[in-house]
């Protein structure tokens, strides 16, 4: 076989070193990765993951979970998310204001989630929606501070947690924008 044929195989274990060396896949395969360019990944996709507020919240649930479960207590999402209510809704100077910086799509997830977890009403004030962020966030610090001190003290409130975080994770989905147009656009966009 010429090598053209060989596109999209992979070498197993009987083929020859002959198919082995003569693989010509449409992207080439890399077998190692520096330590530079897989931190640069991690790094990337951290910050593609905190501006994916539905994936981030996900991530947290899954940690939280983990924790719950005593699988384990590597907390990487969680802070990430706090980070992200604290820049996007809590730590915002005068939020009711008309020239404020408060991401609006934010605090209506946030509100929409906070109900949902809690099985209540929406909040009718954004001031009460921040609130309520802030108490969430103190008690994500106190679980970032020590993981398994307060799994042991406060278990229904790391599934409260959880469910907070899997409500934020529907209801920011339901926010994104979809990637592609379900109607066909012709050249001029229209």
């Known amino acids: ?11 197993s274990a009987g083929s020859s070193a002959a198919d082995a060396k003569t693989y010509t896949g449409l992207y080439p395969r ?6 530079v360019e897989a931190e640069a990944n991690r790094s990337s996709l951290s910050e593609a993951i905190r501006r994916d507020l ?14 719950i479960l005593e699988r384990s207590s590597d907390l990487q999402a969680l802070p990430l998310l706090a980070k992200t209510l604290r820049d996007d809704l809590i730590d915002i100077p005068e939020p009711t204001s008309p020239s404020s910086l408060l991401n609006p799509t934010t605090a ?6 906070i109900s949902e977890a809690s099985r209540k009403a929406p909040l009718r004030l954004l001031d009460e929606v921040v609130g309520e962020a802030k108490s969430i966030t ?13 799994r042991s003290q406060s278990l229904d409130d790391l599934e409260n947690m959880r469910s907070f975080c899997l409500a934020l994770s529907r209801r920011a ?6 990637r592609h147009s379900r109607t066909p656009r012709d050249a001029s966009g229209r």
Do not use: K
């Open 1 to 11: 076989m010429g090598p053209m044929h060989n596109i999209g195989r992979r070498a």
């Open 108 to 113: 209506i997830v946030v509100n929409g989630a």
């Open 54 to 67: 539905s994936s981030l919240a996900c991530r947290a649930a899954i940690e939280i979970d983990n924790l």
């Open 30 to 35: 890399r077998l190692t990765m520096s330590t």
């Open 173 to 178: 989905f339901g926010f994104q924008r979809p």
């Open 138 to 150: 103190a008690q994500f610090d106190s679980v970032l501070q020590d993981p398994q001190g307060f």
